[in-house]
T-cell receptor
Framework: GENVEQHPSTLSVQEGDSAVIKCTYS??????FPWYKQELGKRPQLIID?????GEKKDQRIAVTLNKTAKHFSLHITETQPEDSAVYFC?????????????FGTGTRLTIIP | NAGVTQTPKFRILKIGQSMTLQCTQD?????MYWYRQDPGMGLKLIYY???????DKGEVPNGYNVSRSTTEDFPLRLELAAPSQTSVYFC?????????????FGQGTRLTVV
């Protein structure tokens, strides 16, 4: 069925190291791929997004890469800091009879070890 | 701009009771969504709407109903509440015109059914 798969479900990295989270999607027509960060007890908020006409996008320590052929995209966080500890969600708009429903991955709980 | 506003923030319901979760947005977004997030889990789509008068089911619609009589409002109705509906509910909105854009979330409603 139409879905978005996300791995890993949990990730622990030493402060200063890099973290990578991967997502795959099923709808080849999807053309927008956002990443959201959710801190404990708060709402999800967008941290970076990429469109299908671009292979990579960077914003300071955060980057997203997209492989449309393989239908997967990844979040890269470099020089991790304690405030990066949170749950991260990928998402993709999946086509549904001419409309697009924004579907989220299952989330990755990232813990930065001081 | 207030963004996306949800009420109430917290609610305790008894089994079999009904309630409506309110959601309003002031960004003139055409798309609106309702998600539920169980403890430690991801965001599951309940219902979504692509514009006033149009709604469609997501992954987990059973036990819920929605309506979209205006662009601004997208209430979620729970009939005959069950313990399985204990969750945090998030409303979100986005603007779509040929391509998806950032979804903005409300602060969430924490619902407990006892």
């Amino acid at each position: 069925g139409e879905n978005v798969e996300q791995h890993p479900s949990t990730l622990s990295v030493q402060e200063g190291d890099s973290a990578v989270i991967k997502c795959t999607y099923s709808d080849s027509a999807s053309n927008y791929f956002p990443w959201y960060k959710q801190e404990l007890g708060k709402r999800p908020q967008l941290i970076i997004d990429i469109r299908s006409n671009v292979g990579e996008k960077k914003d300071q320590r955060i980057a997203v890469t997209l492989n449309k052929t393989a239908k997967h995209f990844s979040l890269h966080i470099t020089e991790t800091q304690p405030e990066d500890s949170a749950v991260y969600f990928c998402a993709a708009p999946l086509e549904n009879f001419g409309n697009e429903k924004l579907t989220f991955g299952t989330g990755t709980r990232l813990t930065i070890i001081p | 701009n207030a963004g996306v506003t949800q009420t109430p923030k917290f609610r305790i319901l008894k089994i079999g009771q009904s309630m409506t979760l309110q959601c309003t947005q002031d960004m003139n977004h055409n798309y609106m969504y309702w998600y539920r997030q169980d403890p430690g889990m991801g965001l599951k789509l309940i219902y979504y709407s692509v514009g006033a008068g149009i709604t469609d089911k997501g992954e987990v619609p059973n036990g819920y109903n929605v309506s979209r009589s205006t662009t601004e409002d997208f209430p979620l109705r729970l009939e005959l509440a069950a313990p399985s509906q204990t969750s945090v509910y998030f409303c979100a909105s986005s603007y779509y015109q040929g391509a998806a854009t950032e979804a903005f979330f409300g602060q969430g409603t924490r619902l407990t059914v006892v």
